[in-house]
């Protein structure tokens, strides 16, 4: 049991140390090396857990990924369409806040779309997923621009540096009230 703990730590590590350099350098611009260097082990040790680059990235992405799949489902599931708009756009902003590096990646970095889209909805689908949850299995083009616009851009805005001071509860207020604006919804009350 004692051996498994370092190589799940070093995993862990590995993928914290890959994200923190994706983010500085895009995932382009990070090598193997580079990594390595920056956990003080050798090459060989980040092939003992991932033969490429590729598999270190859609591992980074994975948490994130999983978490939007699931929140997708969970939407879909609520009988009324404005219970599912609200649990995907609530879900949507504290995935986005949780994961600010990720998800400034997926807005900047080609490099990180291959993981998604080896996903169980895959680019297309989720934003295919998004727009019926928001709009309907037919949107009008007001509908399905209204859902691409909240989404994609409380993603950029959670992701952006210009907000990196932000605290995660600010920023998580004020996505919700603008998505929730741009979606039509209405505004929550205080109790």
Known sequence: ???VEPVADTRTRLLATALRLFAEHGVEGTSLQMIADELGVTKAAVYYHFKTKAEITEAVAEPGIRELD???VEA???RRHGARVDHLLDGFVDLVVRHRVLVALFSSDPGIDAA???SRHGVEGFKQALITIVAGPEPDVTGR??????FTG???AGGSPDLAEVDDETLRQELIGVGRRLLGRPRRRVC
Do not use: G, R, S
């Open 1 to 3: 049991m004692t051996t």
């Open 70 to 72: 699931e929140l997708v």
């Open 76 to 78: 879909a599931k609520h």
């Open 116 to 118: 998604l889209a080896k």
């Open 145 to 150: 621009v209204a859902a691409i616009v909240a």
């Open 154 to 156: 409380i993603a950029m």
